[in-house]
């Protein structure tokens, strides 16, 4: 059964710094690797999805890696700002095409201007 | 991507009633997923709505409590039966054959 976790479990830095997140899973028979945003009590925002045969994918400020065979994924945040602050979440799914995902816990992520 | 509608976008309910959340997405899509958040904790998948078949059920939910309908492609809604505080959570329904959308999800107090 795959199980995600993710550290730390919340983290407060001050603008401007560049940031990592981590995410570690047991089962490296994944699929996908997502990573969302969620805002305090609304649904979840998708970031970034890394396909298994991929390494890394960037968006903006943003880019994750994906190392299989360690079980590791990293989402590396450039130059945050204070609309950065959030809860961040990755989930992996182990089926093609089912995705049927398994969460971690997130990081809770503030900002400090 | 594809956009998702939930209504209620949050509600207060009585225990011992029901409460059928509505989940519309812009698209047609083959499979509806049905997640739940309970306070302070993760996602977690309740069920898989697929249309015109039964819905299939996660380890530790069931049918009688979280009955779903998915009378086409672009729809499904999820009940909530009998509620207890246990159930107070958020509710999000997610499409997506790779990449995952989520809509922003129904808050749930039970009282």
């Known amino acids: 059964k795959q199980e995600v976790t993710q550290i730390p479990a919340a983290l407060s830095v001050p603008e401007g710094e560049n940031l990592v997140l981590n995410c570690s899973f047991t089962d490296s028979a994944i699929y996908n690797l997502q990573w969302f945003r969620q805002d305090p009590g609304k649904g979840l925002t998708s970031l970034l999805l890394i396909q298994s045969s991929q390494r890394e994918q960037t968006s903006g400020r943003l880019n994750a890696s994906l190392d299989k065979s360690s079980g590791r994924s990293t989402l590396y945040i450039a130059a945050s700002q204070p609309g950065d602050s959030a809860t961040y979440l990755c989930a992996s799914d182990g089926i093609q095409g089912a995705q049927k995902l398994v969460f971690g816990q997130g990081t809770r992520l503030t900002i400090n201007p | 991507s594809a956009v998702i509608s939930q209504k209620p976008s949050r509600d207060i309910c009585q225990r011992g009633t029901s409460l059928t959340i509505q989940c519309q997405v812009d698209s047609q899509v083959t499979m509806m997923f049905w997640y739940r958040q309970q306070p302070g904790q993760s996602l977690t998948l309740i069920a898989t709505a697929n249309q015109g078949s039964e819905a299939t059920y996660e380890s530790g939910f069931v049918i009688d409590k979280f009955p779903i309908s998915r009378p086409n492609l672009t729809f499904s809604t999820l009940t909530v039966s009998n509620m207890s505080p246990e159930d107070s959570s958020i509710y999000l329904c997610?499409?997506?054959?790779?990449?995952?959308?989520f809509g922003q999800g129904t808050r749930l107090t039970v009282v």
């Open positions: 997610s499409v997506g054959h790779r990449e995952a959308f």
